[in-house]
């Protein structure tokens, strides 16, 4: 059987592999398809197909032009369906609208900020730009409100060096496209399109002579269906084991009441949130995000202290100062621009497997809205040490 990764030629396989490699494939999010009419198997990374709208606006046009071929040309070599726009009306169709807005900062400052819309329920691309934190100041995320019917991300840099545009901006956008596309899962190298590069620099070296010589004498070996079988076994249970190893994740969900009042047309919400570990590892120190909207129109109440009145009027246990606290002194500030409440728990907090931690006693008020208006309260979680966000199962949503 003929056999193509990502569009490449990968030479023959024995009929007998395809079971493997399709369990390779269900286990890793892979594309399979087999083709017995041209004896072929084709394997594609997850990114194959998928749909990409690309903007950029910078202060000189030349520029735009230049980063929009060269992001294309990259995302092209993943599969990935790219389309450029510098006409950002509402998009409609697609996996995900990025762009990239730059103005001129003063002085050789650069600064990057990260805004997405609620289309876009977890984004997490600051260890992606991390590598740039010499140069590039990373400075938070906010939430567009817009009428784009599909995820979006925009890269917002303040940077005066075109240069360093030029140079750094198809690859900053390249990398937030594939983070955002890939989401919690973990790129491997047929993802990333590096098996293909590998073997375009080994061909482009000088063959070494003993090198051909062993590569001739392996074809000559000859393995039994036996054999086979006990290294496919030993193989299979080596992925299982490492899978069972290390498992994060967990279910988030809430468990709330609405409570109308007539006298003041108003909506109160009493809800509690759940965090279940349902991985094999601790989860620590979980960061929760409570993003309501419309913001104007929710106030959030309950047991949750300002961050410089934590440690005086927190309860207080055997280990300290207990319960939770809004993140950042301007935090009332950012939730009113942006509608997301940042909590965090007082003191160092572990989920074991197979535990829940609650964070009770919320409280939602909702103003009464016009007819056919809704409102909405998402919940998302971020382990930010071990890298893993995840969004609840449910929402609260109230429509008038």
């Known amino acids: 059987m003929k056999l193509k990764i990502n569009n ?4 023959t396989i024995p ?5 493997a490699i399709q369990l390779y494939c269900a286990e890793n999010n892979h594309q399979f398809c087999l083709n017995e009419e041209e004896q072929m198997v084709e394997v594609k990374s997850s990114l194959h197909g998928k749909k990409v709208w690309v903007s950029v606006n910078t202060p000189n046009v030349s520029i735009n032009d230049e980063i929009d071929e060269k992001v294309s040309g990259i995302l092209a070599n993943y599969g990935i369906d790219v389309s450029t726009k510098s006409d950002t009306g509402k998009i409609r169709n697609g996996d995900l609208f990025i762009d990239l807005v730059s103005s001129k900062s003063k002085g050789d400052n650069k600064t990057i900020s990260v805004g997405y819309n609620e289309r876009l329920n977890s984004i997490n691309v600051k260890k992606n730009l991390s590598i740039y934190k010499d140069e590039l100041h990373f400075m938070g995320y906010y939430l567009m409100p817009e009428n784009h019917s599909i995820p ?6 303040s940077c005066g060096d075109e240069e360093f ?12 496209v594939l983070k955002t596309l890939l989401g919690n899962q973990k790129p491997n190298l047929l993802d990333l399109d590096i098996l293909h590069l590998l073997t375009k620099s080994n061909q482009t070296g000088s063959a070494d002579p003993k090198a051909v010589e062993k590569k001739k004498a ?7 269906d036996k054999t086979y079988e ?3 076994m030993r193989k299979a249970n080596r992925k299982v084991r490492e899978v ?11 468990d709330y009441n609405v409570i109308p009042n007539r006298k003041t047309e108003r909506y109160s919400i009493k809800a509690d949130l759940f965090i279940k570990n349902t991985g094999n590892v601790d989860l620590s120190n979980p960061k929760i995000c409570f993003r309501v909207d419309p913001p104007e129109k929710i106030e959030i109440g309950g047991q949750i202290l300002p961050p410089e009145m934590s440690e005086i009027f927190s309860i207080q246990g055997q280990n300290g100062a207990q319960g939770w606290k809004y993140m950042g002194k301007d935090w009332l ?29 919320l409280q939602f008020t909702v103003e009464n809205l016009e007819e056919q208006e809704s409102s909405t309260i998402i919940g998302f979680v971020l382990f930010e040490d071990q890298e893993l966000q995840l969004s609840s199962n449910n929402k609260i949503k109230i429509t008038f």
């Open 8 to 11: 490449h030629d990968w030479g």
């Open 15 to 19: 009929a007998h592999s395809i079971a």
């Open 152 to 157: 979006h991300l925009r890269c917002s840099m």
């Open 165 to 176: 545009l030029l140079k750094e901006g198809p690859a900053i956008l390249t990398q937030c």
């Open 218 to 224: 392996s074809k000559d070996i000859q393995i039994d």
């Open 230 to 232: 006990e290294m496919k």
């Open 244 to 254: 069972q190893e290390r498992k994060l994740y967990a279910e988030i969900y809430f």
């Open 333 to 361: 500030e950012k939730a009113f621009s942006t509608g997301e409440y940042w909590i965090e728990s007082i003191q160092e907090t572990f989920i074991p497997p197979g535990e829940t931690l609650a964070v009770e006693g």
